[in-house]
Each structure stands twice: as C-alpha cells, then as structure tokens.
C-alpha cells in the first residue's frame, strides 16, 4: 500500500517552506507524519507536494519560559514530552497525556504540533490545550500569529490554518497559582481510537480553583471545550457539590454516538466518571504533598 | 539502486521526481534513487533485501515492520524512505554478529518468545530501543514499551520473560529463570546452555505440545 505520487520538497528554512506551501495550490506539511501517512496510503489525503518540514532546525524544542508560558516547537515528538521531567515540572495535564498518545513507536514519531494540525476529534493533544487555554502559533509570509487551540480547530481534521501558513509552536499560557490536572483515556488497546478521554486542569492557589479548562475526546465531532463545566469548578474548593456540577455538565457538554466502542449513554457517563476521577486524583495526590 | 515506477515508459517516467538517498543501514552505507512516494519498508524490503523487516497490517497499527532510525523506533510502513535520508537505521539484521546471536534473539530463543515468527522483528527492535535506554527494566516497563507491537501467537507472556531474559544478559547477570518464585534470583544459574534444557524441560513440552494441536 502506498501513497499516489507526489512531489516532495525537504526545505531547511521555515521561510522557504512558507514560500513552497504560497506557491502551491495543493501542498501539505509533512512533520511526523503518523497521521498524514496513513492517510496518504488510504489515499484519503492526496496533496500534490509534500513540504517536510524535519530537515529545518531548532523546531523540536519544549522549554519553560520565564514568563511561565510553555513552548512546544513543531518538531517535538510526543516521545520527548513523555520522557520530559520539566514537563512533569510544570505541566501536570500535558504530563499525564503523554504516554496515552497512540502507540510507544508512533510516539517516537508523531509531534505534538502536528497532531493538533491534523485535528482529529480524537486527538489527544488538542483537548489537553482546549482545557490548558493553549495556542498555537502559525507564521505566514506576513508573520506569526496566536491562534487559540478552541478556535483553531474548526471541525474534523479542519484548522482555520491558511494555505500558506505552518503551525510553528503550540503554547501554553502561565499557570495562576499552582498548575494541576490530569488525563483519562478509555481505549481497547493501546493505539486504538479512544471511546472516549477527558482532560482537566486545574490551577488552584489557597485551595481555591483559579482558573479551570476541560476538554473532550471521541465524544463529538471535534474536541469539545466543556466550558460551562469548567466554569462551575472556578471559585470552588473542588468540594463534592461543585465537582458533581461540572461532571454532569461536562457530560451534557458532549455529543456522542453509539458505536461498536459503546452506546452514546455509556459514553456520556465516562465522560462524567472521568471528570470525578481525575479531580480525586489531584486531591488525593495533594493530600500527599501536605 | 531502486526505484517505484519500473512499470513505467520512459518517457512517462521522466516526469516522475525521484530522489536520491543515501543510507546508513546496520553500519552499511547504500544509496539508492527513488521516488519520493516509496515508503522505508518497501526500500528496506525490496530495494536492500533486507527481508528481516516485515510489514504486516500496512496500516500503522502491528509494528511488525519497526526498525531503528537514529536509535528511535519507527514503524518503517509509515516514514518515506526519502525521510531516512542522511540517518542511520537499523533493521533486525543489524542485531547478531555472524557468529553470535544478540541476546535479545536469544531470549526470545530461550523463552520461546514466538510462535509464527511474524512479530518478531518488530518485537526486538522495540526490545532494542528499550533497552538501549533501560537495561533494568521492570515487566510492567517492558510491556509498555512492546505496547505498540502486535503478536496474535504468543500472549505476548513469552515475549516479556524473552525481553526481560535479554536485560539480564545484557547486564552480565545469569538470564533469570522463570516459573521459579521471583525472588530467587540469587540461585545463580550457570551460564551455560547444557544445563537449561532440564531446568526448562516442562516449559519446553508444553510449547511444543500448544504449537502442535493447536497451530
């Protein structure tokens, strides 16, 4: 099995590469490719010239910044966040996502960048910057600009991206207080489409939820940003009441389907076990820490 | 040197972009011309005939087709060639020397770590790359690490016990013994080979008797 022709340009400059993706009609980036390839191969994506973006350095960095922002560069493997300890450091959604992501082979691979790119309404990544109030930095020939992942992703395996714009960084924001979350995922098997997975995070300072951001895999169309459910943990001591009220918002949130992974109810009900589960866990885990 | 489109007239075929690239394959340096299009598997496969890589479900889900690019594990069916270009891969033929097995082949040997052999390539370089990072890894790590490689054989409980056989090797201690309680890794096993077909008779009969009847 394999991919109709294409041509295939392997720049060493994000400038040159803005320029191959202007100057072609039907072009497409080409990072990890674990989701890109596949696709070729089933011949559902057939671009006309791959732009390899692998050969241009310094993009695959994650760093901390001073500003406590988060920085992820577009070559970044999913492989290099799970083995991160500043990643562990700072960012606990991130951190408990990693090792989730697809497969240990496909990981060594596939990027965080691109795998918001591909906008898989079961990606990963994209709900863990749903929730975190990430961005993602796309740069055209007129410059970068931050696009909010929420409004990055406009529908299944669609981004407001421009045709001449490549997705350079993902970033996300400081924490107001002390960052934590976590990430649950219900899969088969490892590297199989999840039934469904929840992001939480969660920034809390003297016990109160500062800020909060929940997203939704495999339960809708695109990632869902469960907002409302969110909202209802801000202000609170993540006691029982307000942890209820986001786990039954955040299941009212999603819009599954029944398939051969479970019923739309049983999904909706994962969605809201998880949302409990994964704020029990922060609990638990801080009640260690004290 | 290889190419996809063979099938092609000439002058059709000069309208195909093909690349060249060039390399590193188990400490090997090879070039080849290709198209751009012709995925590290097949290059591997028909272009080297290095058929020790296989390529199963073609879909990037089994691993059989895993090899090592700059040490990292690939699934080879879903990286071009033409992004190998310049790197270094190792393929399961890289593994033993011409007069030694690696001691991950051994394990899988010892441990009767396969059954149709289909997986295995892909199971020892997934082995290798861990390994390579972490030579005392604990069950649970090794299973992790194999998590992204199918086998419809084994039960992968072989697999595990050839692995964790291999670390121990590889540490320069006695491969362990399984069946035995766990902590009695202290009963040092001699290192020698003689000795394992009693130790392993029962072991041994079983497998045998399961890929008999029931294929």
């Known amino acids: 099995m394999f991919p109709s022709r294409f041509r295939y340009e392997a720049p060493t400059s994000i400038e040159e590469a803005i320029a191959l993706l202007g100057a072609n009609e039907d072009a497409k980036v080409l990072a990890g490719g674990q989701s890109l390839i596949p696709m070729m191969k089933l011949r559902f994506a057939n671009p006309a010239l791959l732009v390899d973006i692998n050969n241009i350095p310094d993009m695959g960095y994650h760093r901390a910044d001073a500003d406590g922002s988060f920085r992820i560069g577009a070559l970044c493997r999913h492989a290099d966040l799970e083995k991160s300890t500043i990643l562990r450091e700072h960012q606990p959604l991130l951190a408990a996502a990693a090792p989730l992501v697809a497969d240990p082979i496909v990981r060594s691979r596939g990027t965080f960048v691109g795998s918001v790119c591909h906008a898989d309404p079961q990606g990963d990544w994209a709900a863990c910057m749903v929730a975190l109030g990430g961005s993602i930095i796309a740069q055209g020939p007129n410059g970068k600009r931050a696009v909010e992942v929420k409004d990055f992703v406009s529908g299944p395996f669609t981004t407001v991206l421009a045709r001449d714009e490549i997705a350079i960084e993902g970033v996300v924001p400081s924490a107001q207080g002390t960052r934590t979350g976590g990430y649950l995922k219900l899969e088969r098997r490892v590297g199989d489409f999840a039934t469904a997975a929840v992001a939480v995070s969660l920034d809390m300072s003297g016990g109160v939820v500062k800020n909060a951001g929940i997203g939704l895999v495999g339960v809708g169309a695109q990632t869902i940003d469960a907002s409302e459910a969110a909202a209802a943990l801000i202000g609170s001591s993540l006691d029982d009441d307000a942890v209820d009220r986001a786990a039954e918002l955040a299941a009212a949130a999603s819009n599954p389907r029944g398939d051969h992974r479970g019923s739309a109810d049983y999904k909706r009900h994962i969605i809201s076990t998880f949302v409990t589960r994964i704020i029990a866990n922060v609990q638990r885990s801080e009640m260690q820490v004290a | ?215």
Request: glycine share 8%.
């Open chain 2, 1 to 215: 040197m290889t190419s996809l489109f063979e099938e092609l007239q000439p002058a059709a075929a000069a309208e195909v972009q093909t690349t060249r690239v060039d390399i590193k394959i188990n400490g090997e340096y090879k070039a080849a011309q290709i198209e751009p299009r012709l995925l590290l598997a097949h290059l591997i496969r028909n272009g080297f005939r290095l058929t020790g890589t296989h390529t199963g479900c073609d879909t990037t889900n089994c691993g059989a087709c895993t090899v090592l690019m700059d040490g990292a594990p690939v699934k080879s069916c879903t990286v071009f060639a033409v992004q190998a270009n310049g790197h270094e891969v190792t393929t399961v033929e890289g593994l033993a020397t011409a007069s030694e097995l690696h001691p991950i082949q051994e394990g899988f040997k010892d441990e009767h770590g396969l059954q149709c052999g289909f997986c295995t390539p892909g199971m020892m370089m997934s082995a290798k790359a861990l390994l390579d990072e972490n030579l005392n890894p604990t069950e649970d790590e090794v299973r992790w690490a194999l998590s992204g490689n199918l086998c419809r054989c084994t039960g992968y409980q072989n697999i595990v016990k050839a692995v964790l056989w291999a670390a121990a090797k590889m540490r320069g201690e006695a491969p362990p013994t399984f069946g035995a309680p766990a902590d009695d890794s202290a009963d040092e096993i001699a290192d020698d080979s003689a000795e394992q077909p009693e130790e392993r008779s029962d072991e041994a009969a079983i497998a045998d008797d399961s890929a008999g009847g029931e294929g």
